[in-house]
């Protein structure tokens, strides 16, 4: 049997051959391939993936699956999975603030908390990865990418209701020693380098190492005075390491490591609200990445590791498979999010300009997941009449995590914290999957996945503060002076995980002393920052009720300390509603489900496939933040119920010769019913009590300084149709064309009213309700997506040319589930609810010339030629028009040997 390594290495000097089948949003293509001869003595390439957990021919798939090689991938200047959005129709891939979300058409999850889950699994090599934060490094020494499109519930399993991604990297090759070195360099003072080697020993064993590293300059550019350095710089290195052995024809062994670390300025996006708010146009903005930094330079530190071992034995009347896996990933982010985007007259609406720019209010973002899976699955041998596939799967997830703001320059908001040491998750299902051969040309396929999902929490949940001030004499007021303090400046640190203190009532009164709301504030902070005054005045100070000095307060520099704090003076630290605003969480959801699919294939004639299925995929429910109901007197997480999505697709696939050019054409139409869909606002407490209960939440009950807390329920049930296809051309003179276009609508049709989490309650109570969200489009559904990729092998007496050029096209798109609806001004909506991408075209070229004895390749390559900026993800809250970017024009050349 020969191995896929060993596969890949006897073929690694024909690199043209991929250029033949290159996908480029096409359902054709792959990295693997076998010359399907036409009568003309051109070929169509058949392309071999493992969508469905074996071997097959794309072709021969009965559904709708793309695949890219990772040379394919190179040539066009794609760096990680995120760039895949415009490559692919009906998948939309964006990084936001690090978080990795995966859309197909139209089905995904925005919830990156730790009580969230992709609704698009990821997947390693075959191990789901639950958080893929990280997961853009691994794009190296890859054999392809594979995407499945419409729910896996049956095979895949765990949150695939949208379908799923597998990265599939080479495998050690036995009897073969060879290697490749890389290097690259382009603008932005790119520099990347690879490297592998193939190591054989004896006839029986191999071992494959490949290492990775990337360097850029950051995609923005701080036009303020304080040339700050700003976010998307990147500081990548990736190492891979594989030993197969494989004794006999029966047994086959295969135990991994890998390695990411991701250091550079991370994703803090633009944050539109400041130009909007002034009535600018976002079409005005020349480069949305020329900003006004301010603070300090973000830092991104991200480890993502894991070990796997697969262990395949041929019994004979079947294969049996063992997968098991650990994962370890830490992403650690801290930044301070820019001012405004640089547009005509910014600087005039930053005054005073100094103290805007030195405001260093910040997040940091950690989360740590460790994550276990186990799968055993038995597969019968292909070629019966009856072949199928029965397993189990076990998962296993501990996670901590952490997200805390400090809100600098503040008088009654100086931070959040969200901190939860210990979130753990668990799953479990056995499934089946059976394809009977009815006829000679007719198939049935049927399969059926029992899972179980728990998840539980216990953390802490806290919103921070406090009325500030000095005694003013001239008015008798004592905070008449200088509101506002410092925190977070330089040096400053969050406790994070060191927190020693997650109940704040120490006494066990049941109520939250003002004492004892700031002791669990200062434990929660490591070290306060060199300029920093906050930790000044909660140690000079009096409590609420405390007496006052009635010594003058005569300092009024707002520039920079807020507070004063001459000798003799007091300033006030006065906590809003302590009891309110910091809540234990102790949450837990428990459920089950089962997905099932149904499909027919008939083969109406050697070259034509005619399909029909009915697929279902759920995603499990779970809780919300905890908080205190006080009709019942305790604490409640209230839940929300498991998502499901069914699939009906009708589909074909065909080979023809038009005239002396063979020719494939292939095409789909689908109807999804989604039903249960999980919907997020963000609401006080109070509100969240009320909502519980089933009444209208008040946005008068959210109090400032209350917590506001992320609540989930089930709020709309969408449908979504369309049609796909896909085609390619095998011209003379070794030209290749594929396309590939698609129609999708995506409407909810039946929802409850949402409350407007575009407002904050205790700011804008009468534009922070429940609103009709019936009849809107789901977010991230282009109407219509072009595709199109052509490509060429020149043979010469020096060695070969290859190109590709490759375009795409975009319809018209929203971000959120309101549509740049403006509830308020209907008639003039405000631009700063504007959540509308406009359509855009996109064009990538790639170049390479390997040379005549195969041992040395040269490419050159543009992605996004136009350099359009194009929004892939926003967030919209009271203060906030946030958008991440796709990447602007990158270009750049690279040198391969082979040895």
């Known amino acids: 049997m020969t191995t896929k390594g060993l596969n890949m290495n006897k073929s690694k000097n024909k690199n043209w051959m991929w250029l033949t089948s290159l996908p480029l949003l096409a359902l054709p293509g792959a990295a693997s391939s076998q010359a399907d001869t036409s009568t003309n003595g051109r070929v169509l390439e058949e392309v071999i993936v493992t969508v469905e957990r074996r071997q097959q021919s794309l072709q021969d798939f009965e559904g709708t699956a793309v ?22 129709p009906g998948v939309e891939i964006s990084n936001k603030q690090g978080n990795v979300e995966v859309w197909i058409r139209g089905i995904g999850s925005s919830n990156n908390t730790e009580l969230g889950d992709p609704a698009a699994a990821t997947h390693l090599d075959g191990v789901y990865i639950p958080r ?49 070195v890389e290097f690259e360099a382009g603008n932005y003072d790119q520099r990347m380098a690879t490297g592998m080697i193939n190591v054989p020993i004896g006839d029986t064993a191999a071992v494959r190492l490949a290492a990775y590293s990337l360097d850029h300059d950051s995609y923005y550019n701080d036009v303020g005075p304080l040339e700050l350095g700003t976010a998307e710089a990147a500081d990548n290195q990736g190492y891979r390491a594989q030993f197969l052995w494989q004794p006999n024809d029966n047994l086959r062994v295969l135990l991994a490591a890998d390695y990411v670390s991701e250091e550079g300025t991370g994703y803090t996006g633009t944050n539109f609200a400041n130009s909007l708010g002034n009535g600018i146009d976002p079409d005005d903005i020349e480069d949305p990445r020329d900003v006004v930094a301010r603070g300090f330079e973000p830092v991104q530190d991200t480890e993502h590791w894991g070990v796997r071992l697969k262990v395949n034995y041929d019994l004979g009347f079947g294969e049996i498979e063992y997968l098991t896996s650990y994962r370890d990933l830490v992403y650690d982010y801290s930044a301070a999010t820019p001012l ?19 405001n260093w209010s910040r997040f940091q973002f950690i989360t740590d997941s460790e994550s276990t899976i186990h799968e055993l699955r038995f597969k019968s041998p292909d070629g019966e009449r009856l072949y199928y596939t029965v397993g189990a799967f076990y998962f296993k997830e501990d996670q901590k995590a952490f997200l805390a703001s400090a809100g600098d320059r503040g008088g009654f908001f100086q931070g959040a914290e969200f901190n939860q040491p210990d979130t753990d998750a ?53 905070f008449g002076c200088c509101m506002g303090a410092r925190v977070g400046t330089e040096g400053f640190e969050f406790a994070g995980f060191d927190r020693t203190v997650y109940d704040p009532d120490v ?27 906050l930790d000044d005045i909660i140690a000079n100070g009096a409590l609420e009720g405390g007496a006052a000095n009635p010594a003058a307060c005569t300092d009024t520099d707002s520039t920079d300390s807020l507070i004063c704090l001459e000798d003799g003076t007091h300033s006030f630290a006065v906590p809003i509603s302590p009891d309110n605003s910091i809540t234990q969480q102790d949450g837990s959801m428990s459920e089950s489900f089962v997905d099932w699919r149904v499909r027919y294939g008939y083969d109406l004639s050697d070259d034509i496939l005619l399909y029909g299925l009915v697929a279902t995929g759920h995603k499990s429910g779970g809780f919300n933040d905890t908080f205190k109901d006080p009709e019942v007197g305790t604490n409640i997480s209230p839940t929300y119920d498991t998502e499901k999505v069914t699939m009906y697709e009708l589909g074909w696939k065909t080979e023809f010769d038009i005239g002396s050019v063979p020719a494939r054409l292939n095409g789909s139409a689908f109807y999804y019913d989604y039903t249960d869909q999980v919907f997020t606002s963000i609401l006080s407490v109070e509100q969240a009590i009320e909502f519980n209960s089933g009444q209208a939440a008040d946005p008068a009950d959210a109090t ?38 698609l129609w999708l609508e995506a409407e909810i049709k039946d929802a409850e009213d949402i409350q407007d989490f575009r407002f904050q309650a205790d700011v804008s109570p009468d534009e922070a309700v429940f609103r009709p969200i019936s009849g809107n489009r789901l977010p991230h559904t282009p109407r219509y997506q072009f595709n199109a990729a052509l490509s060429q092998f020149i043979a010469t007496d020096w060695g070969s040319f290859d190109y590709v050029l490759s375009m795409g096209w975009r319809d018209d798109q929203f971000l959120t589930i309101f549509n740049s609806k403006d509830f308020m001004f209907p008639d003039d909506p405000r631009m700063r609810l504007d959540d509308r991408v406009e359509a855009y075209w996109t064009f990538d070229a790639g170049v390479g010339f390997t040379t005549k004895n195969e041992k040395l390749r040269l490419e050159a390559f543009v992605n996004n030629i136009e350099d359009e900026v194009a929004t892939a993800a926003v967030i919209i809250t009271q203060f906030d028009n946030t958008r991440f970017f796709t990447r602007p024009r990158t270009y750049g050349a690279r040198l391969k040997y082979f040895f």
Do not use: C
Request: net charge negative.
């Open 340 to 358: 405004a985007p640089d547009y005509p007259g910014v600087f005039s609406t930053l005054e005073p300009l100094n103290e805007s720019l030195d």
């Open 426 to 478: 668990e799953s479990y299902s056995v499934y089946g999957d059976f394809t009977y051969e009815l006829t000679p040309r007719s198939r049935l396929t049927s399969g059926l996945r029992f899972t179980h999902d728990e998840k539980s929490r216990v953390g802490v949940n806290a919103r921070y503060a406090f009325a500030l001030g000095g005694f003013d004499t001239n008015t008798g007021n004592p």
């Open 132 to 180: 893929p934060a990280g997961i853009g490094s691994v794009f190296f020494d890859i054999e392809r990418v594979e995407v499945n499109v419409g729910p896996q519930g049956t095979l895949r399993g765990r949150n695939a209701t949208a379908g799923s991604v597998n990265i599939v990297s080479w495998e050690p090759g036995l009897g073969v020693l060879d290697g490749t």
């Open 507 to 533: 006494d066990g009164s049941g109520e939250v002393s003002s004492q004892e709301f700031i002791d669990f504030y200062l434990d929660g902070i490591s070290r306060f920052g060199e300029r920093d005054t």
């Open 67 to 88: 695949a890219f090689s990772g040379d394919q991938l190179k040539i066009l200047g794609i760096q990680s999975l995120t760039d895949l959005s415009e490559q692919t």
């Open 704 to 741: 400032p300084g209350a917590l506001v807390v992320s609540f989930s329920f089930n709020a709309a049930d969408s449908e979504i149709y369309g049609m796909q296809w896909d085609g390619q051309f095998q011209f003379p003179y070794n030209i290749n064309l594929n396309w590939t276009a």
